[in-house]
């Protein structure tokens, strides 16, 4: 566990370099918490039972800690980044985009799991 921490702990201060956070953990972790996400919604695994929503609700707050997470990790390797400053400047771009969209994406399964209370 000490591991695991200490890497989110380097993440955090923007010390990994900006091409592992960004393609590592904010394209593959984004893109695995998407497909998972998708998968339990499109098998209707979230309707066939208590333990199905259960599922959905811990991804949904898995994506919901983790994606804030690592754009400002993404933000901040980008700000301690030295080389050519147009890769700075489109990490930082990349990074407003992707919280407008998981703005939107939260908003979507806030929806999804009001719909689901009884």
Known sequence: MGWLMNLLKTLWRGEVSLV?????FAVFGHLLL?????YVNVTGLIFSSPGGLLIGFILFILYSIYL????????????????????RILAKIWTIGALLGY?????????????LLP
Do not use: D, E, H, Q
């Open 20 to 24: 592992k956070t960004y393609f590592v």
């Open 34 to 38: 998407s497909v998972l996400l998708r």
């Open 68 to 87: 804030p997470f690592i754009y400002i990790c993404v933000w901040k390797s980008a700000n301690n980044y030295t080389g050519p400053a147009i890769w």
């Open 103 to 115: 703005s939107n994406s939260c908003l979507n399964l806030f929806y999804m799991f009001w719909a």
